[in-house]
């Protein structure tokens, strides 16, 4: 819930209560550990201000978008404050496998978890999970000081994005680290996703993007994060044969079986939404930037095409 504190000025602090929906794997310079850090979430929120407004014109976008998030040279606009409603103590523990199935390799067949497939890097196919995390279902509170109105209306729907569509923490593009923020007002502009730019060198709305959102409501976030992540797994492999890995390189790097050591970040943002009745719903919003390597870019952009098509026909639409 959204609660007005107080203004003063230019100075306006909101405060969300903020829900951890799916285990969050949020740490600071101990990898292994994790906490809630204020530089994190002012680094997604960055993030997601170049989603919407990052512009062409690098130095132009670098100027505004300094002005609201500070640089060496000048303090921010805003401020966060984070105060635990309950106990956020981090665990090192193993997480549902969701969905399991098959995968066959040197003529043995496995049975794979799709939660373990989606946070493959956090654990060991030995031990278990070797990075804490909150888990589901913890609150936190979330103070929001602005201190310039004028950049009110930007980080504002920053926020909204995150929560929205987005994550914080490690593996947020697989659907961790997802919050639910009640009464947080949604975004009042109906063609967020009908934009006329073109594609830019770094992730932002585009007339390319599609939110797949036909996913039924399920009882829990584990039902959730299982189907869009065997839908984003079974669209990924539809783009070539198996055991070939040139169309998936195109998607995202590194892949381990290809032995690549490149770093390229998928397009697919994987997001479970708690809704006001209680239910979990997942959704695959597709963002697409200018694929870094220019002669492969239209290459970049079919490949995209052909796993979107798969992913209409598993998710029953998109909007």
């Not at 998928?266 to 006001?276: A, G, T």
Request: net charge positive.
């Amino acid at each position: 819930m959204e609660f007005y504190i107080s203004r003063f000025k230019d100075i306006e602090e909101k405060e969300f209560e903020v829900e951890v929906v799916t285990p969050l794997f949020l740490g600071g310079a101990d990898t292994k550990k994790a906490e809630l850090r204020i530089p994190s979430f002012k680094g997604a929120l960055r993030f997601w201000w170049r989603v919407i407004y990052g512009s062409d014109d690098i130095e132009d976008m670098k100027k505004r978008e300094d002005e609201i998030f500070g640089s060496t040279d000048r303090k921010t606009s805003f401020d966060l404050k984070i105060y635990s409603m309950t106990d956020c103590s981090p665990k090192l523990s193993n997480l549902p496998k969701g969905k399991e199935f098959k995968v066959q390799s040197k003529g043995k067949t496995f049975h794979l978890g799709i939660l373990d497939y989606l946070a493959f890097g956090l654990r060991d196919f030995r031990t278990g999970y070797t990075k804490e995390h909150i888990p589901d279902k913890n609150k936190f509170k979330l103070t929001l000081v602005i201190k310039n109105k004028n950049a009110k209306g930007e980080i504002e729907n920053a926020f909204r994005m995150l929560v929205y569509f987005g994550g914080i923490g490690a593996k947020s593009r697989n659907g961790f680290g997802s919050l639910y923020v009640p009464n947080l007002q949604p975004f009042q502009n109906k063609n967020l996703f009908n934009s006329t730019s073109s594609t830019k060198d770094f992730t932002s709305l585009s007339n390319k993007c599609i939110l797949f959102n036909q996913f039924s409501p399920v009882n829990d976030w584990t039902q959730a994060l299982s189907e869009i992540g065997m839908a984003y797994k079974d669209a990924r492999l539809s783009i070539e044969r198996k055991h070939s890995y040139e169309k998936r390189l195109l998607i995202a790097k590194p892949i381990v079986q290809a032995r690549n050591n490149d770093r390229h970040s998928k397009p697919y943002f994987l997001h479970v939404s708690k809704l006001p009745n209680g239910k979990y719903q997942g959704q695959i919003l597709f963002m697409p930037y200018n694929y870094y390597e220019p002669a492969k870019r239209a290459e970049y952009f079919k490949t995209c095409e052909k796993m979107n098509n798969k992913l209409r026909e598993l998710s029953g639409g998109a909007k």
